[in-house]
């Protein structure tokens, strides 16, 4: 079984819809984050979180809320999304605990089409 | 703030060709050093890693050597086949556990 993964795989939904992207781990990492991926602009940072309670803004955070539901468990929603969110969605986790490791594991992607 | 510069791609290969994918970085400190590759429908997967000067990385045919007087952090592979056919993103790691990571160089390589 992969270590994360993210459901769903593939989604379209319309201009204003709230949807929520979900990622599991099974890495028993304590830090996991969400990017976006569009071609050309490599990949950019929306939300990270270090623990249960500890959760950041990353680079583009606008327009996206997310949730830490357990150690293995962090949500990212789109309130109402626009077309411009149209993009490929990354979860990713890092360090187990107790350790200082910057290496980052991804899952498979959430392709996102807003029409 | 940090930063990661890559090639611009798409580089287009022959099979058996020797590649270059050049990265550059700026960061304080000493940051860790990655190579990520990401195949066709697929998350990013860690392709080698380098956490202090000079340190070479390498795995599965590719190496990259950590040079912090140039803050250099090139890919190589001295035969490409096929099947390297990805986007490959070089990144660094510093501060606060994240990953700042360059555009991804497009690698195609043909028979």
Redesign the interface.
């Known amino acids: 079984d992969a270590d994360v993964t993210q459901t769903p795989r593939n989604r379209i939904t319309k201009t204003g819809k709230r949807i929520m992207l979900e990622c599991s781990q099974t890495k028993g990492h304590d830090r996991m984050y969400w990017y976006r991926q569009d071609p050309g602009l490599g990949l950019r940072l929306i939300y990270y979180s270090f623990d249960v309670k500890d959760i950041n803004k990353g680079e583009i955070s606008d327009g996206y809320s997310v949730s830490r539901q357990a150690q293995a468990k962090f949500s990212l929603s789109l309130e109402s999304a626009i077309p411009n969110q149209t993009a490929l969605y990354f979860c990713a986790t890092s360090g187990a605990r107790g350790t200082f490791s910057y290496e980052q594991y991804f899952g498979p992607g959430t392709r996102l089409t807003v029409t | 703030g940090d930063s990661v510069t890559q090639m611009e791609g798409p580089v287009t290969l022959s099979e058996e060709a020797f590649l270059t994918i050049n990265c550059t970085y700026t960061a304080t400190g000493y940051p ?1 050093l ?1 190579w ?1 590759v990401q195949y066709p429908g ?5 392709l080698l ?1 380098a956490t202090k000067a000079d340190d070479k990385g390498s795995n599965k045919g590719f190496e990259a050597t950590y040079r912090k007087e140039t803050t250099s952090f090139h890919l190589e592979k001295g035969s490409v086949q096929v099947s390297d056919s990805a986007v490959y ?1 070089c990144a660094l ?2 501060g606060s ?3 700042t ?4 160089t497009k690698l195609s390589v043909i028979p």
């Open positions: 860790s990655f990520y697929e998350g990013l997967q860690l890693k993103f790691g510093a556990y994240q990953l990571f360059g555009k991804g």
